[in-house]
């Protein structure tokens, strides 16, 4: 079996750009050939015969993949043999390229996070949520008066 190919530094790139939401008449306009597009740049990317790719998606979906499927998938020109969501998922994560993923779905206004980078989105909610709250802390502190009491000997 090939050794599954290591990815370029590149191919992980993030942007912390914002992604927009596709609202605009037409804005998804052929995204079938794109993804098919994709599927294409997976599967060129990938140092494993393409049968073996199949094998590992049909184990995960627990539905046959074939080689023929995937050489359809991957034309733009054959677009009635579009990946369904499931194979593309499936195709995801089988080449671990969720940059590509990532580049899709910031089409419609959102972007990924792999695994353990959940953390990193939540550190930067927490402190956001912290300088929110100190900032409200100090304006309270600023109408507070000082609490002072006669006591009585």
């Known amino acids: ?8 530094p590149a ?7 914002a ?16 993804v098919a ?10 140092d494993r015969d393409r049968r073996v790719i199949a094998a590992e998606m049909t184990v995960l979906l627990d539905e046959e993949v074939t080689k023929l499927m995937l050489d359809a998938y991957a034309s733009p020109a054959r677009d009635g043999h579009n990946i369904s969501f499931a194979r593309m998922l499936a ?3 089988v080449s ?3 940059d590509l993923l990532d580049r899709e779905l910031r ?26 709250l100190t900032a409200q802390l100090k304006q309270i502190e600023r109408m507070a ?4 009491r006669n006591r009585r000997a």
Request: aromatic share 6%; glycine share 6%.
């Open 1 to 8: 079996m090939a050794k599954k190919s290591v990815p370029s």
């Open 11 to 17: 191919q992980f790139a993030f942007t912390f750009d």
């Open 19 to 34: 992604p927009q939401p596709a609202t605009l008449p037409a804005a998804l306009a052929g995204m079938d050939a794109r």
């Open 37 to 46: 597009r994709t599927v294409g740049e997976i599967l060129k990317d990938d």
């Open 91 to 93: 195709l995801i994560a």
């Open 96 to 98: 671990n390229r969720f």
């Open 107 to 132: 089409e419609i206004g959102a972007a990924v996070l792999v695994g353990e980078e959940i953390h990193a989105a939540q550190v930067g909610h927490l402190r956001s949520e912290i300088s929110k």
């Open 145 to 148: 008066p000082t609490i002072t």
